[in-house]
């Protein structure tokens, strides 16, 4: 799914699940490159489209978010971004780029690798 699809997706699905979400603004090249120069980090393109597309997502039940850009914060070699069930955060491990050049995507509680791609992540986990 391309990422310009995404809110479209949820639209569509929304009176079949009772869905109550909010996609974020979509926020300029200048913004992001100011998070990048804040946390020392390049975002993988799939990362930057996402953002440059919508500022954050939020879906009340299933608890699921990723963050805006201004809720993003860095643990160790982990930049978390995405939260579900109110509890389980998922984060970028920035400390390498993957053979897809992307951050991988960790469960950071217990180091599981839910995806390679940003992409996949988007159009396989968020919709699940």
């Not at 998922?90 to 390679?116: H, P, R």
Request: glycine residues 4%; aromatic residues 16%.
């Amino acid at each position: 799914m391309k990422i310009s699809d995404l809110q479209n997706y949820f639209n569509s699905r929304k009176e079949e699940f009772s869905l109550s979400y909010k996609f974020g603004a979509p926020i300029g090249k200048d913004e992001i490159s100011n998070v990048e120069e804040k946390f020392e980090i390049l975002f993988p393109e799939q990362v930057r489209e996402f953002y440059t597309n919508y500022n954050g997502m939020k879906v009340q039940e299933p608890a699921f978010e990723i963050y805006s850009l201004n809720k993003l914060r860095i643990l160790d070699n982990y930049l978390i971004f995405a939260k579900f069930n109110n509890e389980h955060e998922v984060a970028f491990d920035i400390s390498k780029i993957n053979q897809a050049d992307q951050w991988n995507i960790m469960n950071i509680e217990n180091g599981y690798c839910v995806t390679l791609t940003m992409a996949s992540f988007w159009s396989n986990k968020i919709p699940a």
